[in-house]
């Protein structure tokens, strides 16, 4: 197994705020149902794709997962206003969630919403979606799951079309239609990024991929 320095990951941890609420959970995911209906949320910055997603059906169970404080903070003290329970936070990397947490056939919809683009080319293999992590979640996801990814960088974008490509034969694009692939903020989570894009006249780029 690795260890935890392995999982390190580039980019920011603490905000300007600098401390960690003590209160989040260290999650064991042994504690989740494996036959509830589980949604991973992968990088959720500021926590409002997971608040929306909590918020949708409260019989369903959210885990986020970050390592960026002040976002996670944010979130906890939201879900907490709105008395969401169904909200399980992993401060730390999804490789690491995955790993050492995770159990085969447990996730039942992943978000991955404006993953860090690392817009040089010496930095793309720092990028979280490529073809090995696809071979990796698959593990542990339920039959039919499916799989959602938004991003604003074109090169990034170009990646993640080779990728769906790649793997065509385990995940059904469900959305291949050019015409459907604008981020529709009505259905889906207004994040902190997908306002940013918007904000730099970008339009951003949405997938929805069901395991097969
Ligand atoms: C560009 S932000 C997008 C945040 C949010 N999804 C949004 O749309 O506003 C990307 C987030 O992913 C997190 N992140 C990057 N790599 C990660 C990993 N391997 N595991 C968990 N979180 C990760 C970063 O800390 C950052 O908060």
Known sequence: MKNNSSYRLYGRTKGRKNKINNQFLEISLKEIDKNKYNILDIGSGYGESTIKLAKVDKQKVVICCDKYIDGLNNLYNQAKL???DNIYIYQGNVHQLLDQHCKIDFISEVWILFPDPWPKKKHFKRRLINHDFFIKINKFLKSGATINIASDSKSYISQILRIIHQIRNDFKWLNQNKLEWDYDPVTLPETKYYKKALK?????????LKKL
């Open 82 to 84: 709105e008395l969401l």
């Open 200 to 208: 730099n006249g970008l339009n951003p780029f949405y997938a929805k």
